[in-house]
């Protein structure tokens, strides 16, 4: 099959996948045998090709948005023909402190689709069946990719921040997993208020009805219950975290960060505001997730891409010079 491929000992500045031919993934027991019909690229996927995650293995196909036809492996859920989704959250042990806890986003032991594991840049995927997510029929396989990572952690980062219906929450950073959350914020009634840099950015977060829209410098004229923010930097938060009332939260919705800035205690945290990270996601959040995009009926932007142009996609998401999401299509 032909798949996307990062080989760890290239030097990283040059790092880039290679489109080559490679052997077809075998069956496993508890498995699925996916043929993969698209697969959402996050910006995750960038990090680990640029080496700002550690290289795991020598040979990897990332990718960990896959939409995928069941081939092989099926299961009751999932029968032969049937369309699933697959995401980051590969597999967990099951019975580590955090797993035993409801926290499986945090086991010690977990498997990364299109990190640890192979992912969807490719025409097909094997992925673990409890990891994987029958698809609602409404959307097509490369609207409903974006929603498999960027929407899932998306909501999770609602979650993490504690966003109640009609508040006041602050988007900071306005990449696809924002556009996804914004969907969600307006059928709780939240006002939404969306700091951003790239007039494209803020066009489409005005064409979404935020609230209220502005550059990355600028301050929301109220104060803010929570705060999400999307970029990997570090300023972005100490941003976002001057604009909360007492008592406020941020949620980092990024799995790195350039760097965390020093900044002024006494001001911006006293008060019993929290900074948190979000990290991963777990199976209830990608099935609670899943019904809420049905029901409301979210339709992400995308732009795509064959699957011999990965590298471009992934160019994309770093220079931000598209609105939405891009998606692979092998
Ligand atoms: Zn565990
Ligand atoms: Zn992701």
């Known amino acids: 099959m032909k798949a996307a491929v990062l080989k760890s000992q290239q030097e990283a500045p040059t790092q880039q996948l290679g489109i080559e031919e490679v052997p ?22 960038l990090h680990i090709v640029e080496r700002d995650l550690p290289p795991l293995r020598q040979h990897l196909i990332p990718g960990h948005q896959i939409v995928g036809e069941v081939v092989a492996g099926e299961s009751k859920e999932s029968p032969i023909g049937s369309r699933v989704g697959v995401s980051w959250m590969g597999g967990v042990d099951g019975d580590c402190w955090y797993c035993r806890h409801q926290m499986e986003n945090l086991c010690d032991q977990p498997v ?38 960027a929407g899932i952690i998306g909501f999770r980062s609602l979650r993490v921040a504690g966003v109640q219906p009609g508040e006041r929450v602050g988007l900071f950073g306005f990449g696809s997993s924002a556009s996804l959350t914004i969907a969600v914020l307006q059928s709780w009634k939240c006002e939404v208020f969306v700091a951003t840099r790239g007039v494209f950015h803020r066009k489409l977060a005005e064409s979404l009805g935020a609230t209220w829209v502005g550059s990355e410098n600028e301050k929301p004229p109220v104060e803010l219950d929570r705060a999400i923010t999307f970029a990997p930097s570090g300023d972005v938060v100490v941003s976002a975290l001057a604009c ?18 020093p900044f002024n205690y006494d001001k911006l945290l006293w ?4 900074i948190r990270s ?6 209830a959040d990608a099935r609670d997730f899943l019904k809420i995009a049905r029901d ?9 891409f064959p699957l011999a142009q990965a590298n471009d996609a992934l160019h994309a998401i770093k220079l931000e010079s598209i609105n939405g999401a891009a998606v692979i299509v092998p």
């Open 271 to 274: 008060g019993e505001r929290v």
């Open 296 to 304: 409301i009926g979210i339709r992400p932007q995308v732009t795509v």
């Open 278 to 283: 979000v990290a991963n996601m777990t199976r």
């Open 112 to 149: 990364f689709t299109g990190y640890t594991v192979d992912g969807g840049y490719a025409e097909y995927a094997l992925a673990r069946t409890d990891f994987t997510f029958p698809l609602p029929g409404a959307l097509d396989d490369i609207h409903v990719a974006p929603l498999l990572c």
């Open 244 to 261: 909360l009332r007492k008592g406020g939260v941020v949620a980092i919705n990024a799995i790195h960060l350039d760097r965390m800035p």
């Open 24 to 45: 077809r993934p075998q069956l496993v027991p508890g498995h699925l045998l996916l043929r993969v019909l698209a697969c959402g690229v996050c910006r995750t996927d």
